[in-house]
């Protein structure tokens, strides 16, 4: 049918072309052939654009369910006699303001034993400090005698040799003076032995001059008495000679015996230097030097032990000023105040009662906003970021608010991933707990992406692909898609930001068709939202019928001889 309808437009306008001849009145010879040549356009006129950077993203409607979290229970941090009462059941109440006090006496007391505790221990910080400062002077006395005694080794190791050397000149002067004491009693035998051989022969002599002088006469017996009397006192000389020469001999003796002693005295001071030498650098230098090393480290130890007492007293500071500031805090805690604003739907305590921590004193229902939560399917979990702006409708009326939070596991009676959504819009207060409600929200979404109109894009069979303009023809390019909305879809793969996009459908169009380009772009790449040659104008698409428009989504085969998208635009 639609051939027939083209072959009778065909038809009919070769008819219009020979009426007009006739009607030029000009005339043609019978039988002569004349040629009409007239050249045919065959360009079509199209509309192109670049594709647009922007977000695309997808939304989602939930049944959802109101939830009342908003009801606060006040239970007090102290316990103690109620002795002051405001407010009661239904009165609403502004955060901070005070609802109950307790008796604070004993606070007060425990506030003042713990000042007390914090005194103490900081007077046993300045105690153990002054602790330390002892120490370390004793410390730095300790170490500068160690190294003293260590710096002394050297000259110590001298005075042991020099001990030992003057102990061995001592022994070989004594050695000397034995020997010279030995020769002194050996030279002084040999004289008494003269001696006594001088008397003996004195003695003889005065033996002789007294026979001499007993035998003589009258007339020689005077000379011969002078004899006897002479040789008597050389006999008495010599006599004398002799005891003296023992005496000196006698003194002689005691003296090497003397230096015989002294010999074996200085001996042993000798074998005493060596054995204090050798000891010395045996065993006295090591023990100075661990001494030395010890006393330091004792020293070092006590100052380690008074830092530490330091550092314990300042611990007992810290936790006596934790303990106050604890007391200090359940003084405080005596006063009782709201910590939400809201309305008052419970008071469970009264004047001159116990207030405890067993059940809430003061219940209140918070002005906070409500809370709506609504499951989800694992992906959409994935997808759904928290922050985002949502809509909650209830019974027609709309209300503002923002996912809060995402749960990453599996709720185990829904089997479901539980999403909460806080609503911040005004009127909220009209959602009552426990109602069902919609929520709306974007479940998918594609930031800074590649976007065509949604339009421009065609299918064959489940391969999209689009037409760009290139050297003034048409180019048939196939894309791989991702999100849309309203008015574009996002191009993942096929395209880049450079490229032509041809934005108005023509059914003729074609690999390789030749095009009048008319340039759509007028608005900036960055822009949010299309040109205005993002999709078919109204100029395009004047006079197409349903089924035209029915067909702009649908696969045209290339190379086929019926124009399915624009038939019925001349039938």
């Not at 170490?143 to 061995?168: C, L, M, T």
């Not at 008074?306 to 006596?320: G, Y």
């Not at 499951?375 to 949502?390: C, D, H, L, M, Q």
């Not at 395009?540 to 635009?569: F, H, I, L, Q, W």
């Amino acid at each position: 049918m639609k051939r027939k309808a083209l072959f009778k437009i065909r038809t009919a306008a070769a008819c219009l072309a020979l009426s007009a001849v006739f009607l030029s009145g000009c005339t043609f010879p019978f039988g002569q052939q004349t040629e009409i040549e007239e050249e045919e356009d065959n360009s079509i006129n199209v509309e192109v654009s670049n594709p647009v950077i922007k977000d695309v993203s997808n939304r989602s409607n939930f049944s959802a369910t109101v939830v009342a979290e908003s009801e606060v229970r006040v239970i007090p941090l102290v316990t103690g006699e109620v002795i002051e009462k405001n407010y009661e059941v239904g009165d609403h109440v502004n955060e901070g303001d005070l609802l109950f006090k307790i008796d604070d006496e004993p606070y007060q007391i425990a506030v003042k034993r713990a000042e007390a505790s914090v005194t103490s221990a900081q007077a046993g910080l300045t105690s153990a400090q002054a602790s330390l400062n002892k120490s370390e002077a004793d410390a730095n006395t300790t170490r500068a005698q160690a190294i003293q005694n260590v710096g002394e080794i050297p000259y110590n190791e001298q005075r042991k040799d020099y001990n030992v050397d003057s102990a061995y000149v001592a022994k070989r002067q004594a050695n000397n003076a034995l020997k010279n004491a030995g020769d002194d009693v050996d030279l002084a035998k040999h004289s008494l032995d003269d001696l006594r051989d001088a008397r003996d022969a004195a003695e003889s002599a005065m033996n002789s001059a007294k026979a001499a002088y007993e035998a003589a006469d009258e007339e020689t017996r005077s000379a011969k008495y002078d004899l006897y009397q002479s040789a008597k006192k050389a006999y008495e000389t010599a006599d004398s000679n002799v005891e003296t020469a023992k005496t000196n001999l006698d003194k002689l003796r005691r003296q090497e015996d003397n230096a015989e002693m002294n010999y074996v005295l200085n001996g042993e001071s000798y074998s005493l230097a060596e054995v204090d030498r050798y000891n010395y650098n045996t065993y006295g230098k090591a023990t100075t030097i661990y001494g030395s090393y010890a006393s330091a480290v004792g020293a070092d130890s006590s100052v380690t032990s008074s830092k530490a007492n330091v550092t314990s007293s300042a611990a007992n500071v810290k936790s006596a000023q934790a303990g106050l500031e604890d007391a200090q805090l359940n003084l405080e805690h005596t006063s009782v105040k709201a910590p939400v604003s809201g309305i008052i739907t419970a008071i469970n305590v009264t004047e001159h009662n116990m207030a405890t921590q067993q059940e809430a004193s003061y219940v209140i229902q918070s002005d906070e906003p409500c809370k709506v939560v609504f499951y989800v399917a694992e992906e959409t979990a994935k997808s759904i970021r928290p922050g985002t702006e949502s809509v909650v409708t209830k019974n027609g009326t709309e209300y503002t608010a923002k996912i809060i939070t995402v749960y990453d596991t599996i709720d185990s009676s829904t089997g479901l991933f539980k999403v909460e959504a806080s609503v911040v819009g005004q009127g909220a207060e009209n959602l009552i707990a426990g109602s069902s409600v919609s929520i709306e929200t974007i479940t998918r979404r594609s930031d800074r992406t590649l976007t065509v109109p949604i339009d421009s894009v065609y299918y064959d069979g489940d391969k999209a692909y689009l037409y760009v303009a290139e050297g003034g023809r048409a180019k048939k390019v196939y894309v791989t898609t991702g999100l849309s909305d309203d008015l574009s879809l996002e191009i993942t793969e096929g395209i880049g930001p450079e490229d032509k996009v041809i934005v108005t459908w023509n059914g003729s169009m074609r690999d390789g068709s030749e095009l009048n380009i008319k340039d759509a772009s007028g608005s900036s790449g960055e822009s949010g939202e299309p040109s205005g040659g993002a999709t078919p104008s109204d100029e395009s698409r004047k006079g197409n019928d349903a089924e035209a428009d029915s067909k702009v989504m649908e696969p045209v085969t290339e190379g086929s001889s019926d124009y399915s998208a624009g038939a019925g635009d001349i039938e």
